[in-house]
């Protein structure tokens, strides 16, 4: 058998200079055009001219003395927080110090309590009724966006997970249309503000992204007014009505009208356009290599059979799994974990500045060579049996690390399970154009331009 050598698509790193040039030339702000080749080998170092002073950390030693950061100097990046500040208020997912830990310590029991379990029902009604609408597509055999496809079925699990209503809801259309747009324009970076502009300057939004906002943020208004409206005796148990019941420890303050609104968002925005990312990159490199698609697929026979993907067996399904994690690897949703320093301070051999840039990049620590052997190449075998123990402690981290780690890991990696099994049983999927395929870093790591696919019943 000959070796594995298979690269899904990348954006081949240049020099500095022929980064910036390229990312110019396009005028898209893709942060990983800008990405040169010295990037994915050194420990920590600068990237490139900036006004403010951008340094990119891969040591694990380094970052996660910021990630994890008890004295607050490394909180998240104003870049960052300007671009979701419209959307996501002062939220957990932009929240810094005292604020974001008391808001964690509201949210945590929301997701402790409401287990996996529990939500799984959702999860299968939303991945039953896909089914249904494949079935209809592989009838027609029209072309269709791959993209929006992820995008729709796990933004219908969030609907029904965190809501208990399907996307099919007028009002939850309304959120999953303006949340389109808002990705599409408020997650590009300029590149003369990232390179001229003072730290803690004002991040302007386009009048698009802002309108978006406005009306993501009053659908998500009338779905809380609904729930507030009625008994509390007689709230579904959902996420929202977790969260709504949430209280400050200290306090036992629950959370404003306005502060449900921003964190259900988050749920929201974090909930389905992360996993959606991550499935897109799965059902393409599964469609060009069937020596990955085939284990998969036997493993799901072997594990059900053909009857239905149950939760209690889902957790078997470990080549599955490192299928999923292996493709988080190499296109981690998050492509960015950008900090800022508040004070001057010291990382290594470094000297910090108050406000330089630290950027803390999942896409490059995935692929440094110090941390990954072949990092470029595609191996699921990484996350199965003795492959599993010889990462590099700190070197993957999809879903952050620290005390801010993602609260829904779990439920990302059960859902993408369920869908990767059912879908994968049913149907081939056929990718139109794959030569064209290239990734870009969005507010996730998407396909630069969308991917045409066609979908046929399995024989």
Same mark, same amino acid.
């Given at each position: 058998?000959?070796?594995?050598?298979?690269?899904?698509?990348?954006?081949?790193?240049?020099?500095?200079?022929?980064?910036?040039?390229?990312?110019?030339?396009?005028?898209?702000?893709?942060?990983?055009?800008?990405?040169?080749?010295?990037?994915?080998?050194?420990?920590?170092?600068?990237?490139?001219?900036?006004?403010?002073?951008?340094?990119?950390?891969?040591?694990?030693?380094?970052?996660?003395?910021?990630?994890?950061?008890?004295?607050?100097?490394?909180?998240?990046?104003?870049?960052?927080?300007?671009?979701?500040?419209?959307?996501?208020?002062?939220?957990?997912?932009?929240?810094?110090?005292?604020?974001?830990?008391?808001?964690?310590?509201?949210?945590?029991?929301?997701?402790?309590?409401?287990?996996?379990?529990?939500?799984?029902?959702?999860?299968?009604?939303?991945?039953?009724?896909?089914?249904?609408?494949?079935?209809?597509?592989?009838?027609?055999?029209?072309?269709?966006?791959?993209?929006? %496809?992820?995008? =729709?079925? $796990? @933004?219908?699990?969030?609907?029904?997970?965190? *809501?208990?209503? &399907?996307?099919?809801? /007028?009002?939850?259309?309304?959120?999953?249309?303006?949340?389109?747009?808002?990705?599409?324009?408020?997650?590009?970076?300029?590149?003369?503000?990232?390179?001229?502009?003072?730290?803690?300057?004002?991040?302007?939004?386009?009048?698009?992204?802002?309108?978006?906002?406005?009306?993501?943020?009053?659908?998500?208004?009338?779905?809380?007014?609904?729930?507030?409206?009625?008994?509390?005796?007689?709230?579904?148990?959902?996420?929202?009505?977790?969260?709504?019941?949430?209280?400050?420890?200290?306090?036992?303050?629950?959370?404003?009208?306005?502060?449900?609104?921003?964190?259900?968002?988050?749920?929201?925005? %974090?909930?389905? =356009?992360? $996993? @959606?990312?991550?499935?897109?990159?799965?059902? *393409?490199?599964? &469609?060009?290599?069937? /020596?990955?698609?085939?284990?998969?697929?036997?493993?799901?026979?072997?594990?059900?059979?053909?009857?239905?993907?149950?939760?209690?067996?889902?957790?078997?399904?470990?080549?599955?799994?490192?299928?999923?994690?292996?493709?988080?690897?190499?296109?981690?949703?998050?492509?960015?974990?950008?900090?800022?320093?508040?004070?001057?301070?010291?990382?290594?051999?470094?000297?910090?500045?108050?406000?330089?840039?630290?950027?803390?990049?999942?896409?490059?620590?995935?692929?440094?060579?110090?941390?990954?052997?072949?990092?470029?190449?595609?191996?699921?075998?990484?996350?199965?049996?003795?492959?599993?123990?010889?990462?590099?402690?700190?070197?993957?981290?999809?879903?952050?690390?620290?005390?801010?780690?993602?609260?829904?890991?779990?439920?990302?990696?059960?859902?993408?399970?369920?869908?990767?099994?059912?879908?994968?049983?049913?149907?081939?999927?056929?990718?139109?154009?794959?030569?064209?395929?290239?990734?870009?870093?969005?507010?996730?790591?998407?396909?630069?331009?969308?991917?045409?696919?066609?979908?046929?019943?399995?024989?």
């Amino acid at each position: 058998m000959l070796e594995n050598r298979y690269e899904p698509p990348r954006t081949p790193p240049l020099s500095p200079l022929g980064g910036l040039l390229r990312t110019l030339w396009r005028g898209d702000g893709d942060l990983l055009s800008l990405m040169p080749a010295t990037a994915y080998r050194v420990p920590i170092g600068p990237l490139g001219y900036s006004r403010r002073s951008i340094l990119i950390l891969n040591d694990p030693a380094l970052f996660r003395s910021v990630l994890t950061d008890p004295l607050d100097v490394y909180p998240k990046n104003d870049l960052m927080t300007g671009a979701l500040e419209p959307l996501v208020g002062d939220s957990l997912f932009v929240s810094s110090g005292p604020l974001w830990r008391r808001q964690r310590a509201m949210i945590d029991p929301a997701f402790s309590q409401l287990r996996v379990t529990q939500a799984f029902g959702g999860m299968q009604a939303a991945v039953a009724a896909y089914v249904e609408k494949l079935a209809r597509q592989a009838e027609t055999g029209a072309p269709f966006s791959l993209d929006f %496809a992820m995008s =729709e079925l $796990t @933004a219908d699990v969030i609907c029904r997970t965190i *809501f208990s209503t &399907s996307l099919a809801s /007028e009002t939850a259309q309304k959120v999953f249309s303006a949340f389109a747009i808002f990705e599409r324009s408020a997650a590009h970076i300029e590149l003369p503000r990232l390179i001229f502009s003072k730290a803690f300057s004002a991040i302007p939004q386009h009048d698009a992204v802002l309108n978006a906002c406005e009306e993501i943020r009053d659908a998500l208004g009338t779905l809380v007014d609904a729930r507030l409206a009625l008994p509390e005796a007689q709230w579904p148990d959902d996420i929202a009505s977790a969260v709504m019941r949430g209280e400050d420890p200290d306090s036992g303050v629950r959370f404003t009208r306005k502060e449900l609104i921003d964190q259900l968002g988050v749920f929201f925005l %974090a909930g389905h =356009e992360t $996993t @959606a990312s991550a499935l897109i990159w799965v059902f *393409f490199i599964l &469609s060009q290599r069937p /020596e990955f698609l085939r284990p998969l697929r036997e493993e799901v026979t072997r594990t059900y059979g053909a009857g239905p993907i149950t939760f209690h067996k889902l957790r078997s399904l470990s080549y599955t799994r490192a299928v999923f994690r292996e493709a988080m690897r190499l296109y981690p949703p998050i492509t960015f974990i950008p900090r800022v320093a508040t004070e001057p301070t010291r990382l290594g051999a470094y000297r910090i500045k108050r406000g330089a840039m630290l950027m803390i990049s999942p896409w490059v620590i995935h692929r440094h060579e110090a941390h990954w052997p072949k990092p470029h190449v595609f191996e699921p075998e990484r996350f199965t049996g003795d492959g599993e123990k010889s990462h590099r402690p700190g070197t993957y981290l999809p879903f952050g690390l620290g005390p801010r780690v993602c609260v829904g890991a779990d439920f990302a990696t059960i859902e993408a399970s369920l869908i990767m099994a059912e879908l994968l049983r049913g149907f081939d999927f056929e990718m139109l154009e794959p030569e064209s395929v290239r990734p870009m870093a969005r507010l996730t790591t998407r396909p630069r331009e969308e991917i045409r696919a066609r979908v046929h019943r399995r024989r």
